[in-house]
């Protein structure tokens, strides 16, 4: 079976960092592309940012360019997004997702709060 | 960027009726087009892919059309369990864009 569980969501005030993490099972995790997406409190789906299998290729929204990073450890099946310069627009539940296309298997999100 | 726009924004249907939405993308995407469906506090769950293959488990009353920029998703008989929020996601460039949304409503 296949399970994505994100953790290290929190309330973070503006301006801090925070690093998720998706601990992947049930498939071979170094031979797919894995994405972030977010979504914040009553509203719609967000692409964040892909990787490629071997972490060689990284994609972002502009909105988190130069702010978040998404990496991946294939020794220790875990996939990373970490957040820098956080902003209140960036509150959302955030869900790790396989692949880079279309997303089958997601996870049940963590939720990041920014707020003062 | 892609730019994904969903129509009607709400569509109320009684549970039996056929369900017609649509998702259009601002430059042809191909065939790289993915529907999704999110019931309230869930995970989005894939429907259909590529734009008309359906994924696993996935009942045949949903099916996908359509190419280049425009798309359709038809349920042909709502259940109860089909309302939802549903969503058009392109991949066929970067970034991914979703669109914002179509909610089926109980009429």
């Known amino acids: 079976e296949v399970l994505l569980v994100e953790s290290g969501g929190d309330l973070v005030q503006p301006g801090g960092s925070l690093r998720l993490s998706c601990a992947p099972s049930g498939f071979i995790f170094s031979t797919y592309r894995m994405t972030w997406v977010r979504q914040a409190p009553g509203k719609g789906l967000e692409w964040v940012a892909t990787i490629k299998e071997d972490g060689s290729e990284k994609y972002y929204v502009d909105s988190v360019k130069g702010r978040f990073t998404i990496s991946r450890d294939n020794a220790k099946n875990s996939l990373f997004l970490q957040m820098n310069s956080l902003r209140a627009e960036d509150t959302a539940v955030y869900y790790c997702?396989?692949?880079?296309?279309?997303?089958?298997?997601w996870g049940q999100g963590t939720l990041v709060t920014v707020s003062s | 960027e892609i730019v994904m726009t969903q129509s009607p924004v709400t569509l109320s249907v009684s549970p039996g009726e056929r369900a017609t939405l649509s998702c259009r993308a601002s430059q042809s995407v191909g065939s790289s087009l993915a529907w999704y469906q999110q019931k309230p506090g869930q995970v989005p769950r894939l429907l259909i892919y590529?734009?008309?293959t359906r994924a696993a488990g996935i009942p045949a009353r949903f099916s996908g059309s359509g190419s280049g920029t425009e798309f359709t998703l038809t349920i042909s008989s709502l259940q109860s369990e089909d309302f939802a929020v549903y969503y058009c996601?392109?991949?066929?460039?970067?970034?991914?864009?979703f669109g914002p949304g179509t909610k089926v409503n109980i009429k």
């Open positions: 997702a396989r692949g880079g296309s279309m997303h089958t298997y």
């Open positions: 996601q392109q991949y066929n460039d970067w970034p991914r864009t």
């Open positions: 590529g734009p008309s």
